[in-house]
């Protein structure tokens, strides 16, 4: 009797740790984006009406440093105003964050980070969608080219992130 008491014990103990360590993950993350000091590498873009592309040859990342925004990322796709498909484009910033929002996911599976940013000559729009494991989608919309998307993952700032 008291080994079936025990036994019980261990399975429901354990499904109660099982339960809480991923939502201590997507604490982490949280609090990693809440921080506003992490970067995202991207390793596929996704334009709009294309098939994926590999991207993790090119050097590319958005950083996020407290209230300003660091990023190259390679486009692929139409733009409106002066370039077109190949003629380089690259989505290019070194600005202040505007409007920098963080939500999580009301299934409680991921998390949502907004935010504006812009260069000299167009205004972007960014939306992170995050899971707990810092797998994460951005989708880039500007103000002058078809939006695109980005498979990566985020990581905290570290020394190497500054180069």
Do not use: W
């Not at 499904?15 to 809480?20: L, S």
């Not at 910033?93 to 812009?118: A, L, P, Q």
């Amino acid at each position: 009797m008291k080994a079936l008491l025990l036994l019980i014990f261990c399975i429901a103990t354990h499904g109660t740790f099982a339960q809480d360590k991923p939502h201590k993950r997507l604490d982490a993350v949280k609090s990693l984006v809440d921080s506003k000091n992490f970067v995202f590498d991207a390793n596929r873009a996704s334009p709009l009406g294309l098939p994926s592309i590999s991207i993790v040859a090119i050097d590319n990342y958005v950083r996020i440093e407290k209230d300003s925004t660091l990023g190259f990322l390679p486009y692929f796709g139409e733009m409106r105003l002066g370039g077109g498909y190949g003629e380089g484009g690259a989505i290019e910033f070194d600005s202040e964050i505007r409007d920098y929002k963080v939500k999580t996911k009301k299934n409680g599976k991921g998390i949502i980070v907004t935010f504006n940013t812009k260069n000299s000559d167009e205004r972007f729009n960014f939306t992170l969608f995050i899971t707990k494991s810092k797998s994460a989608m951005v989708v880039v919309k500007g103000s002058h080219r078809n939006s695109i998307t980005y498979n990566g993952v985020i990581r905290e700032l570290d020394d190497d992130s500054l180069e």
